[in-house]
């Protein structure tokens, strides 16, 4: 007996069905850590003094990133292996919408801490992990191969890698988790002095964020500077918010929280649906690979034809 | 006596105006103004610490620079807070005279005075390029140091060979450091140097009988400590990126940083942007009456890196102005790559299209 | 294994040879130039284009050229269709070459490669990675691999109890080596998916993985084919034709089914417009598409499909519109959106080019010491 091609093309087309039928397989439980920590960015309060920048090299020990000009300054202009946050400034150019009442603002980049960071999805090492306490995604170079798979995966491209060395790493923000064993907060948020960078628990930073949206503009109201738990306050008049907390959201949420006067895609940040791309991956490779049944049913089909039909 | 009066007397000041300056010589120090009463114990006491001054290879402009305070004037504070035993420029006496004092003067306060010298020290051909009273310097040097309480070097000759010791170095200039191996030497570069900063120095010697905190080239930490970049007060215009592109264009009449103008600032230690100079208000340093700082403080900057060199900036930090959201990168394509990727595809179409060829022909035989 | 497969008996230093054997030369130098100064100093990646022409042509096409033992295999062991099996052996030791040195281009292109081994240890696996599933599925495979091609050496070397002990459980070994690159060759679809938008729509889809397997498979009978009008060409051996029209026939199938599902997809995503969008993306997206639809066209007729020239051409076609299809999966079809750029440096392609002459090379040498061609029962010519 042999089989026909017609049989064979079957067989391959119900592959194909199981293959589809996993993008809607399963739903995984990704929620927010109990005590997830994270920062509030709220760009309407910063002014773009940097000195986020400048208290996370000294706390994380990095060198100066002089890329982009003369050498002069520590202006990265992306994020990179010596620069774990990058304060970016958009300008209004000539040729867009006048009537645009906000002229220019800032965004701070870091990584974002994902509820379901792909990066942690996509590592086959298990190199980049999530804090199953504070949600804080962090690197371990012990594991790390290298592949820099977690780059591929990452939808705010924040891991970065030393290209430039023989025995390089991954670099990424880890929210200063060297510095939460002695009591000390990140140090963007420890020396922002606006209160622009925020930090604390993501369930305080969320409260806030929604009062701040909720806030009229034009009124000279208190902001939570520093840590949110500390209660020291900075007064500043309200500007006039995007009606979204991004990262609320954004593929499954983030622990960081940006708010913006700009829309945030002017900013470089992408509108992104609420399923995060680590899901669908992942639903596809459990359904495949739950158990190892499929893989094995499929040996199990393949021994009996080719013993049966070897020479 | 008391004290009010003898001070009067011999400062020719009023109690009130000496009490401020020991405040501000406290602060200068880096010290709280609470030990303003114990520096004003120091300098009023009664044995004046005796003092010898030498000269080396020099100009006397450190002597020069140290005659210009006048708050109180440094006259005063030479003359009779200190026994100035021996000072070749202010010396009424001379010949063996003066030899004569400085000699008794050593002998009798023997690891009690004050030693302190202006001017690089040759070695070159025995130390013959610099002889007072026949005698050669390094010669002087070498015999009276390890004598000395304590080791003064004044101004960028004493401390490192200065403006002599630049390339050829005919002469052998060396500082003093380098001759007296064995025993700390103060340095306080500049040229000339700040007379606070050796008056600070001094005076915290006298109070607290012992040297200040010193940097790793032996430069009190209180005036040596942070980069002129550091404190200058056209830093703004460095953050921002406005630089005068020459002297008297209208960046540099803007007073714009001068950085491009070959300010060593950045890689140059020294208070000059807090202290200044003269006492005659804002503005009374190099910075800023408008021409680049030169380094005279820094061994190796000063009279070695040119004038309008550009200094190399050590640690950057971030620019006033940050980047935009998107910052396009350079292409990378090159010529070689653009070839060798053409010459592969070309070589893989070329050889298949050859064997098709050939299949072709074969099949039709 | 089989009685019917003999060594060409030409000289094995020829003026090609050494022609390959300088590009090996200097992407060697490269090589050592990467392990000691870093990935930097010879490769343009960069933190937006984390994975180069390495990855993209090292490895993802280049195991789907090596896609013709698995592509084989299939025909021949599960469709039972055994008149091919005299293709099975060379099909086999290219695939066997094309995975070990994809393996050895991962090497240099992981950044942490004295680590390597923890992806083999279980406290380190993430079992949600596609990457480990496709890093352990290729692993294995290689070695699967040369265990297939083993009775060859044996064969050659004399060895008749192993090489017994070797026939009788190569069953398994033979189904091992057609489920692991259908489970690999998918995922290296799907490992694409988690960049979301980062991939254009134009490939981001959800039916990657199927569609990479589709590609495999064309892309291993189409090298089948490939190599065998090229041997016979190159080493004046006597017409496989016959065969390689009927297999031609077979890739065709599998091109058809490429085809149907990567435009239903396309158009059920709404996605096909910007096809028309004269951007780099979408000019190459209609290159990449135009080559197999040309190739598809082309074997339609089975009359037609006899002729060297045109399986020859089909299979060609094949190659370049289903590799390209990878390629801009991995390569142009992504942008981070970040202002990034990647063109691979002149180094960086030396180094691919000399892992392609690597391979040539040991195909000459292989094929002219070891019994891996077809025996034609008389001494060949000499090239």
């Known amino acids: ?311 | 006596m008391r004290e009010r009066d003898i001070i009067t007397q011999r400062l020719g000041i009023s109690r009130r105006d000496f009490m401020k300056f020991c405040s501000a010589t406290a602060v200068a120090m880096g010290l709280d103004a609470s030990f303003a009463p114990q520096i004003a114990q120091a300098i009023t006491a009664a044995r004046r610490p005796p003092v010898i001054w030498l000269h080396g290879q020099e100009c006397t402009g450190c002597t020069e620079t140290l005659l210009r305070p006048s708050h109180p004037t440094l006259d005063h504070l030479i003359l009779d807070l200190i026994s100035l035993d021996y000072h070749e420029t202010l010396c009424a006496g001379g010949g063996h005279q003066a030899e004569q004092v400085m000699h008794q003067s050593i002998k009798e306060n023997e690891g009690k005075f004050i030693l302190v010298i202006e001017g690089a020290v040759p070695v070159k051909d025995g130390g013959v390029y610099c002889q007072v009273g026949g005698k050669p310097f390094v010669d002087t040097v070498r015999e009276i140091g390890p004598k000395a309480a304590a080791v003064i070097a004044i101004g960028s000759c004493a401390s490192w060979g200065g403006i002599q010791a630049a390339a050829p170095n005919p002469t052998g200039a060396t500082g003093v450091p380098a001759i007296l191996k064995e025993q700390t030497v103060v340095t306080i570069p500049g040229c000339p140097p700040n007379a606070q900063n050796f008056l600070s120095t001094v005076i915290y010697f006298l109070t607290f009988n012992k040297l200040p905190a010193l940097d790793s080239k032996n430069r009190p930490l209180f005036a040596y400590g942070r980069l002129i970049h550091e404190n200058c007060e056209r830093r703004p215009h460095f953050d921002a990126g406005r630089f005068a592109g020459a002297f008297g264009d209208a960046g540099h009449r803007l007073g714009y940083c001068l950085f491009k103008l070959g300010c060593k600032g950045p890689v140059t230690h020294a208070n000059c942007p807090i202290q200044l100079f003269c006492e005659v208000g804002s503005g009374a340093w190099p910075v800023g009456t408008g021409h680049p700082c030169f380094g005279c403080t820094e061994e190796g900057v000063g009279f070695n890196t040119p004038l309008f060199t550009q200094a190399k900036i050590t640690i950057p930090t971030p620019a006033a102005t940050p980047p935009p959201i998107t910052t396009e990168q350079e292409s990378q394509v090159t010529p070689l790559a653009t070839t060798l990727t053409g010459a592969a595809v070309g070589v893989a179409v070329g050889a298949a299209m050859m064997a098709g060829k050939k299949a072709t022909s074969e099949d039709e035989e | 294994m089989s009685p019917k497969s003999a060594p060409l008996s030409s000289r094995i230093f020829t003026w090609q040879f050494a022609f390959f054997l300088l590009i090996a030369c200097c992407a060697t130098f490269f090589i050592v130039k990467r392990f000691i100064f870093g990935i930097g100093s010879v490769a343009n990646m960069n933190n937006g284009y984390p994975f180069g022409i390495w990855i993209a042509l090292d490895v993802v096409v280049g195991t789907a050229l090596g896609c013709g033992g698995y592509a084989m295999a299939l025909l021949v062991y599960v469709a039972n269709r055994g008149q091919y099996h005299p293709l099975v052996r060379p099909a086999l030791m290219a695939s066997a070459f094309g995975y070990s040195l994809a393996g050895l281009s991962v090497v240099f292109d992981i950044g942490r490669y004295w680590q390597m081994y923890n992806m083999f240890l279980p406290q380190y696996m993430n079992l949600n990675s596609v990457m480990l599933e496709v890093g352990l599925c290729i692993a294995t495979y290689t070695t699967v691999l040369w265990i297939e091609f083993a009775p060859t050496f044996l064969e050659r070397f004399g060895l008749k109890a192993p090489l017994k002990t070797l026939s009788k459980m190569l069953f398994i070994f033979i189904a091992l080596g057609v489920l692991l690159p259908t489970m690999h060759q998918s995922s290296m679809g799907t490992l694409m998916i988690i960049a979301g938008y980062k991939l254009s729509p134009l490939w981001q889809t959800t039916w990657l993985p199927l569609l990479f397997l589709f590609s495999a498979l064309c892309m291993g009978y189409a090298i089948v084919i490939f190599e065998g009008v090229l041997s016979q060409t190159g080493f004046k051996r006597p017409s496989e034709a016959p065969m390689l029209a009927k297999i031609s026939r077979v890739m065709n199938w599998c091109l058809g089914l490429f085809i149907g599902l990567r435009f239903f997809d396309l158009f059920t995503r709404d996605a096909f417009g910007l096809a028309f969008t004269g951007t780099t993306q979408a000019n190459l997206f209609l290159l990449e598409n135009g080559l197999l639809l040309a190739a598809f066209i082309l074997l339609l007729s089975p009359a037609l499909c006899k002729k060297p020239a045109i399986h020859f051409l089909g299979g060609c076609f094949v190659l370049a519109g289903s590799g390209l299809f990878r390629f801009n999966t991995y390569i142009t079809g992504f942008d981070p959106l970040t202002g990034h750029t990647y063109f691979p440096a002149a180094s960086e392609i030396t180094i691919t080019l000399g892992i392609v002459a690597i391979e040539i090379m040991a195909y000459l040498i292989f094929v002219k010491t070891l019994p891996v061609l077809p025996s034609i029962g008389k001494e060949p010519h000499k090239i």
């Open chain 1, 1 to 311: 007996m042999s089989l026909s091609r017609r049989d064979v093309l079957k067989g391959a087309a119900c592959t194909g069905l199981v293959l589809a039928s996993g993008v809607n397989a399963q739903a995984r439980d990704k929620t927010l850590p109990p005590a997830a920590l994270g920062i509030l960015y709220d760009a309407t309060l910063c002014i773009g003094c940097q000195a986020c920048m400048s208290g996370c090299k000294r706390a994380n020990k990095l060198e100066p990133d002089p890329s982009g000009n003369e050498s002069l300054w520590d202006n990265p202009t992306e994020l990179s292996t010596k620069s774990l946050t990058v304060i970016k400034q958009y300008r209004q150019n000539e040729t867009e919408d006048k009537a645009q009442t906000v002229k220019s603002g800032f965004i701070k980049r870091q990584c974002m801490h994902c509820v379901d960071p792909a990066c942690v999805s996509a590592c086959p090492v298990s190199a980049m992990q999530k804090d199953p306490a504070t949600g804080i995604v962090t690197y371990n170079k012990k594991a790390c191969i290298g592949c820099r798979y977690c780059q591929i995966a990452c939808p705010y491209n924040v891991p970065t890698f030393e290209f430039d060395k023989p025995f390089p790493q991954i670099v990424k923000c880890q929210l200063c988790d060297h510095l939460l064993a002695k009591g000390d907060i990140a140090a963007c948020c420890q020396v922002c002095p606006t209160g622009a960078s925020l930090y604390g628990p993501v369930e305080l930073l969320k409260e806030e964020a929604k009062r701040r949206l909720a806030l009229p503009e034009g009124q000279v109201a208190l902001f939570p500077a520093n840590d949110i738990r500390t209660g020291r306050t900075v007064s500043h008049t309200t500007a006039e918010y995007q009606q979204h907390i991004y990262g609320e959201k954004e593929l499954g949420g983030t622990q960081v929280l940006l708010l913006s006067s700009l829309p945030f895609a002017k900013l470089g940040l992408q509108d992104l649906p609420e399923e995060s791309y680590a899901g669908v991956s992942e639903n596809i490779q459990h359904t495949l690979y739950k158990g190892m049944i499929l893989p094995m049913a499929l040996l199990a089909g393949l021994l009996y034809f080719v013993k049966r039909n070897e020479r």
